[in-house]
């Protein structure tokens, strides 16, 4: 067995060193470029969406390069992407790849037994004794933590700091050296390393950058391909950005939902607009637009696929935050015919929008 998995944001550290230390052979898939939309584009339904094609492009890239199991995060409600893994099997079945799909879903939608025959599945090529799958588990945890955690600092002090680039250089860095590691021990010392070297990062905390958080669809927030780079242009332009759903929330939010105490601040925030959860994260991303008001943010920015159903029925709420609270949203919209003009020529209107706004609050004190 040769496994592959989609990418997904910092999603991809953890899986290298969890299959390193049980020794399960696998091909990591390609960072997310033009060639996997290509190929994607050409092979999937028109109207699939965008990470869909992504995802498809990357698996073709992939299998071509030996792997033969593909494993995929499931469930994300009433939306498309519960028509991904038939779908994306049918496609790649009528290409004439003979591939064995393993969807980790979560416990509600497929009972815990079978959550732990998938699982199963997944470790049985693997020679480890149970305890130490459980400890590369555990330590692919704490790697996905450890660089979710890093990036959030470096996107926050990014603002704040006083060589314009250092902590989008450290990023970078650390994601390189990170997968150039083998195994979660050496993973977790380079992830050690690098957070401590934030730390030495010279900032100038009386500066008050512009902050953005950044709201919308998982896949397009996290995949830096499919949002443009957004989060490394911020960077550039000074600003510091956040985001909330991230691989490490993700893991948090799938084990505490059948006890109902998951993402509880966002539930709240989100109940006046949005009290149901109706598939993708729009729910998350109503309560984290009211939840970025509430904690200073100058602004948001909701990113979706063309076409994204639960998105758009967030699209449609955000004006009316947006209003009650004086608080700018932007929406941008991406698919396969972005192009980066346009979209550079729209995060730098709203950067600009919040910088004036920033000024006229400190001249007039609105
Ligand atoms: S959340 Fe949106 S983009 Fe993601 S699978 Fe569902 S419909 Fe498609």
């Not at 028109?46 to 499931?74: H, N, R, V």
């Amino acid at each position: 067995m040769k496994v592959t998995f989609p990418q997904l944001g910092n999603t991809c550290f953890a899986a290298k060193a969890i299959f390193d230390d049980i020794g399960i052979e696998y091909i990591l898939p390609p960072v997310s470029n033009k060639t996997c939309l290509e190929i994607g584009s050409k092979i999937s339904p028109e109207e699939m969406c965008f990470p869909f094609k992504i995802m498809m492009g990357a698996y073709i890239q992939s299998i071509e390069k030996g792997a033969d199991t593909i494993i995929l995060p499931g469930s994300c409600g009433p939306c498309r992407y519960g028509e991904y893994c038939e779908l994306q099997m049918n496609i790649l079945r009528k290409l004439g790849y003979n591939i064995k799909f393993i969807v980790i879903d979560t416990p509600g939608s497929i009972g815990k037994d079978e959550l732990l025959n998938r699982i199963a599945e997944v470790g049985k090529s693997s020679e480890k004794s149970r305890k130490q799958k459980m400890l590369a588990v555990l330590n692919g945890y704490k790697i996905i933590r450890l660089m979710d955690d890093i990036e959030r600092k470096t996107r926050m002090l990014s603002g704040y700091e006083m060589n314009r680039g250092e902590c989008k250089r450290i990023l970078r860095e650390c994601k390189k050296e990170a997968l150039n590691t083998f195994g979660s021990k050496e993973m977790i010392k380079v992830l050690m390393r690098y957070k401590e070297k934030l730390s030495s990062v010279k900032v100038n905390m009386c500066k008050k950058p512009v902050k953005i958080a950044i709201i919308g669809e998982i896949y397009t927030i996290l995949e830096p391909f499919s949002n443009q780079y957004i989060e490394d242009k911020l960077m550039d332009m000074g600003i510091s950005t956040q985001k909330t759903l991230t691989p490490s929330w993700w893991v948090k939010n799938t084990v505490l939902s059948p006890f109902k105490l998951n993402s509880i601040d966002i539930r709240r925030a989100s109940k006046k607009y949005l009290p149901l959860y109706i598939g993708g994260h729009s729910r998350e991303c109503v309560g984290e637009a009211v939840l970025a008001h509430k904690n200073g943010f100058d602004g948001a920015i909701q990113i979706l696929p063309m076409g994204c159903m639960p998105e758009i029925v967030s699209k449609s709420i955000l004006p009316t935050i947006s209003s009650d609270r004086n608080f700018p949203i932007m929406t941008l919209v991406v698919d396969e015919m972005t192009g980066d003009a346009g979209f550079d020529t729209r995060v730098e209107a709203f950067a600009d929008l919040l910088e004036r706004r920033r000024m006229k609050n400190v001249l007039y004190g609105y």
